[in-house]
């Protein structure tokens, strides 16, 4: 699902933080901290069959600054760090901070099945976010070089895995993005119920979509639809096809109320309510028009038509891409 962000009647429209078991992080330029304390691991030691490293494999990095920093190596090599608790009791010790977005902000959301059950944010043109952590963490660095050491072994590797501590009075990590990024991906909790991921976004335009094989847009939609009008039923109602590619376009007063993760449906749940100008599918335009409200009807009730999207099983799966939009957006 992509969106952009519309006006806020009040302040600026926040993205809620997260509480999160782990954040994948691309699309950086630097991801910078203050560490209490700092450890890297010998790659050389890394035990397949249990995932993690032996004690002796650990050795301490004297920090030669406050600050440590990470950067890509090479943008070409698709650098990526990820933010991990130590042990999975210590899975939401990492919070992704909430996130404040401009009016005509372009964010893309792609959720993700499975063991890693979770979400992809992309936020195009935001210039940094942070993560709190208060609790000792593992960070793995794929295609990053580090600086603010005395000394950085082992960096001939492309992928190193650090233990961090930082002090209570840093307790976060600032993420500068790139110009289209940056690009987070957290991974929820097993077993979890649903998840409220965000609400109470306007936004002027949203795209439900994915990239198929040979790279054309088609839906991202999971389950069959409905597209009511809740305040005037004598309306009806417009079907949605699960195969449709669905766009709302000339939105005014739309709202997002709530976007959620189900664990239920296995994607995401989206309700929103406004006023759409056109919805547009992959076969052309739904026929909207011709459920235009009567003067009477508009008189009656304040000229104010709620159009409420409820796709049934209105989920996004982890294939979804928005491709087409998103490789626009990164022209501009």
């Known amino acids: 699902m992509e969106f952009e962000v519309g006006a806020a009647s009040q302040g600026t429209t926040i993205l809620a933080g997260l509480d999160v078991r782990s954040v994948a992080i691309e699309k950086f ?38 600050k440590v920093t990470l950067a890509a190596k090479n943008h070409a090599r698709h650098p990526r760090v990820t933010v991990e608790g130590l042990t999975t009791a210590g899975q939401e010790t ?51 070089q580090v600086s603010g050491f005395e000394d950085s072994p082992f960096q001939q590797h492309d992928e190193l895995t650090y233990r961090i501590t930082l002090p ?31 609400g109470a976004i306007p936004v002027t335009t949203l795209d439900f979509t994915r990239q198929d094989s040979s790279g054309g847009r088609v839906s991202a939609l999971t389950g069959q639809g409905t597209i009511t009008f ?6 009806g109602s417009v079907p949605v096809s ?31 309510d406004g006023m759409a100008k056109q919805i547009r599918t992959k076969t052309g335009q739904i026929p909207i028009q011709s459920r235009r ?10 000229a104010r038509l709620a159009v409420l999207l409820s796709f049934g099983a209105a989920v996004f799966t982890m294939s979804l891409g928005a491709y087409r939009l998103w490789r626009e957006f990164k022209r501009r």
């Open 29 to 66: 330029t630097t991801i910078a901290f203050e560490p209490q304390t700092l450890e890297v691991a010998d790659p050389a030691q890394y035990r397949v069959e249990t995932d993690d490293f032996p004690p002796s494999a650990w050795r301490a990095l004297p920090a030669a600054s406050a």
């Open 168 to 198: 209570e009075r840093a307790s976060w990590i600032e993420i500068s993005a790139q110009g289209d990024g940056p690009g987070i991906s957290p991974t929820f909790a097993p077993k979890r119920s649903a998840t409220t991921i965000f």
């Open 293 to 302: 409200l009567t003067a009477f009807d508009a008189l009656w009730h304040d």
């Open 242 to 272: 699960k195969d449709d590619a669905i766009g709302l376009e000339g939105l005014d007063r739309f709202m997002i109320k709530e976007v959620s993760l189900s664990a239920q449906h296995r994607g995401m749940r989206l309700f929103g």
């Open 230 to 235: 809740p305040d005037y039923p004598h309306l």
């Open 94 to 144: 990492i919070h992704l901070d909430p996130i404040p977005v401009a009016q005509g902000t372009h964010v893309m959301l792609e959720s993700r099945g499975g063991k890693s059950e979770g979400l992809t944010i992309k936020v195009a043109g935001q210039g940094a976010i942070t993560l709190s952590l208060h609790e000792p963490f593992k960070l793995i660095a794929d295609h990053a």
